[in-house]
């Protein structure tokens, strides 16, 4: 499968070595050409320099025969953006998007985006090392 | 009318401005504490500070019983997100949203915002109106070889419409170099002849731009 990845911050960069590992075809792209170094020199796959929320960067990155796309960077606004582009202009089969804001996601879930929240995944994995760790004194 | 202005910049602090004089109920929704008494000390209590596309913030705002919501932020994407915040979650009946990016206008509409406004195009359309018609618009400069690489596109009232590029006489430091014709580019030989609607690009020395312009257009 082909993916593209807009943002190579931490997750955007774990998430292009963690594809390309399986084999798949991988564009990784972001505003800041310094990001790539995130990628370590091994990365088989390809980086773009653009803003993905420009249609005629993700046009140039291959949108038109991408297989999935994910939104990864540090802006909500540019994460649904870009997917609302990629899920409804180049009817991308799987659209994934990063969204940090609770009540945001909630909207757009409602709006079919899919949307992965690190707030609530994170403060879910806080509560349950937390709790389990109580539960393991009594 | 109750108007929500989202984003207190520049052009959001005329547009409150001009509705407040025309009488209109406005509230600006600015997240920079500084401007957002900049716009208190000059326009008075209509303003808030916030995030307009957190929807906390919006309900606060009163969006549910905004007759339009006008995001004119510096960004795209979060005027994108505001406007459709306030249509989907508040039923806002009119979405305004300021864009950078022309291309923006068509992704916005079909995302369900009802107008975009792109001072970009509003330039560009000015600009085109200026710009003489039939024009050879240089693309690259090669300042020390004294060359130009130019474009032209034709339509059907340029003479050369039809005509094989070797009955067109060129000067020697003058190339037709390629034609752009439907996105397919085509690398023309002699016989090769032009049709509407081609894109020509030629190499010139800058002393005979002139003359090409004359050749492809008979000096119209």
Request: include cysteine; glycine fraction near 8%; aromatic fraction near 4%.
């Amino acid at each position: 499968m082909f993916a593209i990845i807009m943002g190579c911050g931490r997750v955007g960069a774990r998430l292009a070595n963690l594809l390309a590992g399986q084999g798949h075809e991988v564009t990784v792209l972001d505003v800041n050409s310094q990001a790539f170094w995130r990628l370590g020199p091994d990365f088989p796959g390809t980086t773009m320099l653009g803003n993905g929320i420009d249609v005629d960067v993700l046009r140039r990155a291959g949108i038109e025969r991408a297989d999935a796309f994910a939104a990864t960077t540090q802006g909500d606004n540019r994460n649904i953006m870009a997917s609302q582009i990629a899920k409804h202009i180049f009817n991308v089969p799987k659209v994934v998007t990063r969204i940090y804001d609770p009540i945001r996601q909630d909207t757009y879930a409602e709006l079919g985006l899919e949307t992965v929240s690190p707030t609530v995944l994170g403060a879910a994995a806080l509560l349950s090392a937390i709790t389990d760790q109580d539960d393991g004194k009594e | 009318m109750y108007a929500i202005v989202a984003g207190g910049g520049k052009v959001g602090y005329y547009l409150a401005k001009e509705l407040v004089e025309q009488g209109h109920e406005v509230l600006v929704i600015e997240r920079d504490s500084k401007q957002c008494a900049i716009i208190q000390e000059d326009l008075g209590d209509i303003v808030m500070q916030g995030d307009a596309a957190e929807a906390s913030v919006l309900a606060e705002a009163g969006t549910a019983r905004a007759d339009v919501m006008v995001a004119v932020t510096g960004d795209d994407e979060d005027n994108l997100v505001i406007c459709q915040v306030a249509k989907k979650r508040f039923r806002a009946p009119r979405t305004i949203a300021r864009i950078n990016n022309p291309k923006n206008e068509q992704i916005f509409r079909m995302l369900g915002i009802d107008a975009t406004v792109s001072s970009t195009d509003v330039i560009l359309g000015v600009l085109e109106q200026e710009l003489p018609a039939h024009a050879v618009i240089p693309l690259l400069r090669l300042r020390h070889a004294d060359v130009e690489v130019v474009k032209t596109v034709l339509d059907d009232q340029a003479p050369v419409v039809g005509r094989p590029l070797r009955d067109l006489s060129l000067p020697a430091d003058c190339a037709i170099v390629l034609l752009v014709r439907g996105g397919t580019p085509i690398f023309p030989n002699p016989d090769t002849r032009l049709t509407a609607g081609d894109e020509v690009i030629a190499v010139t020395t800058t002393r005979s731009e002139a003359r090409l312009r004359d050749v492809l257009w008979a000096g119209r």
